[in-house]
């Protein structure tokens, strides 16, 4: 069965490109999550408080909520507040989002378990999908089409979970 899944984890172009080549990934979408408006564009991000976020669709049969969760775990600085790599702002918090209560606290649940071993605080966001935008044309794929563009995440470093 086909799930989804919606990470922000800084810049998207990065998370979009990490879990494109994760086998059970279906499909990705970059956009904008749980702003404060219907509407949104990368010039008015900033002011509508949206999240740069990937929307996941996965084969639930072939890949786990689970293991998205750690390999999104890997990939971020989970104790940074409005900062991945060199992006700094609101629009580049962390933030796990769903419409599904039960991933939901699946999502609290393995967060809980990494806190239990962090030295600091979590600063992941964990929420209901309130607004999902995508983003424009230009951004979808980003790195595929501008393979010297900017990455905060090392896109060859996929452990095994």
Known sequence: MIKEIYLAGGCFW???????????ITDTKVGYA??????TNYQEVKKTDHAETVKVSYDNEKISLEE????????????????????????????IYSNDEEDLTKVKAFL????????KQIQVEVGK???????????????EKNPTGYCHINLNDRPEF
């Open 14 to 24: 990065g998370v979009e490109a990490y879990f494109k080549e994760i086998e059970g």
């Open 34 to 39: 749980n702003g404060n408006a219907e509407q």
């Open 68 to 95: 998205i969760l750690e390999y999104f775990y890997y990939i971020i600085d989970p104790f940074s507040i409005d900062r991945q790599g060199n992006d700094m702002g609101r629009q580049y918090r962390t933030g």
């Open 112 to 119: 809980d378990k990494k806190q239990v071993v962090a030295e």
């Open 129 to 143: 999908l309130n607004n999902f935008i995508i983003a424009e044309d230009y951004h979808q794929d980003y790195l």
